[in-house]
């Protein structure tokens, strides 16, 4: 997780980093493009939010609408999950953490196993516990 004071500092980093064994890495902006799967090149992200779906019988609070932020997060989100890692999303409340990570759950496959849990400030330890293993029953 970075502090946004980090990121210019981060994205030099990974920049020299990425130079060492491709040359092609942008100037700037790294926060704004993706490796194209099939180019092996970076692509702006913005090229690929998909186009936005109304469904009237969609719950409200389940709407997401796609944009460059919510493309990042699920480009993420899928390539570390069909790598095998484990992910911990965080950030601030409204971005569509929850509803973001449940679309690609809905769309993973038979590969993921899902459970939905809400927490709070009075989650124990013990509620998450009892709360897996009745799922495992």
Avoid: C, W
């Amino acid at each position: 997780n970075l502090h946004e004071s980090s990121r210019s500092v981060f994205e030099h980093h990974l920049r020299d980093s990425l130079l060492t064994f491709y040359p092609e890495v942008p100037s700037k902006g790294l926060y704004t493009v993706a490796v194209s799967d099939a180019g092996a090149n970076f692509v702006p992200v913005a090229s690929l939010v998909p186009e936005f779906q109304f469904d009237i019988d969609e719950p409200f609070f389940n709407i997401l609408v796609p944009t460059t932020e919510t493309t990042i997060q699920r480009i993420l989100v899928e390539n570390l999950m069909h790598g095998g890692f484990h992910v911990l999303f965080s950030g601030e409340t409204g971005v569509g953490k929850s509803v973001g990570i449940q679309q690609f759950l809905n769309t993973a496959g038979e590969g993921f196993a899902t459970a939905g849990a809400n927490f709070s400030a009075q989650t124990s330890s013990a509620n998450v516990v009892e709360f897996l293993e009745n799922r495992l029953e």
